[in-house]
């Protein structure tokens, strides 16, 4: 609870009041490797912070998968669209490894933000960081070719190279496995 304090007073600093009031409104719970953290179709309900672990969001269609994004230690986790608008998701959150998360209810962080403008503040960052992060992912898969994005990966993600599929990693750069084996030998 503790690294998701630090988290948000890295993002926009909280007063000694707000950050008392977000630690009593924070859960951590434990989520066995392979278990969905949100399955697609619910509504994701949580901002949630990985405190040890990894997970991905997904969705799949015409039976591919596509990797949107891994979340490793330190980072938040939440399906923004369907935690902002209380709409049913499109993506799923699986946990990759055994993965121990703090979460906040969206109630209890509108409670938080209307009476404390801090908390207000950084989750209002958080949400522009994540539309900027969105946005540059969009580009970079419309954008550049799957070498690029490989060595996009490894320049910004290569931590995970090793605790991350081989087919997870093919999927989040949208290529075959063959393909990712061919840019993977000439390296």
């Known amino acids: 609870m503790i690294d998701f304090l630090s988290f948000c007073n890295r993002l926009s600093p909280l007063d000694k009041e707000a950050s008392d009031d977000l630690l009593e409104k924070l859960k951590s719970r434990t989520i066995e ?3 969905f953290i949100l399955k697609r179709g619910e509504v994701c309900r949580h901002l949630c912070f990985v405190d040890e672990g990894l997970t991905k969001t997904f969705f799949t269609s015409e039976d591919k998968e596509f990797v949107m994004r891994f979340f490793a230690e330190y980072s938040m986790l939440t399906v923004l669209d369907s935690f902002v608008s209380e709409m049913p998701s499109n993506y799923g959150m699986l946990a990759l490894e055994k ?6 209810s969206k109630p209890d962080l509108e409670q938080l933000c209307a009476k404390h403008h801090c908390v207000e503040t950084f989750f209002r960052r958080l949400v522009s960081m994540a539309a900027a992060n969105m946005m540059k992912r969009v580009s970079e898969m419309l954008e550049d070719n799957a070498t690029a994005r ?3 990966f490894v320049a910004n993600e290569g931590q995970l190279l090793q605790r991350i599929s081989l087919g997870d990693l093919s999927n989040y750069l949208g290529v075959t496995q063959v393909t990712l084996s061919r840019i993977r030998a000439k390296k």
């Open 33 to 35: 490797k392979n278990d």
């Open 99 to 104: 993965t121990r998360i703090t979460c906040i």
């Open 150 to 152: 490989y060595n996009h």
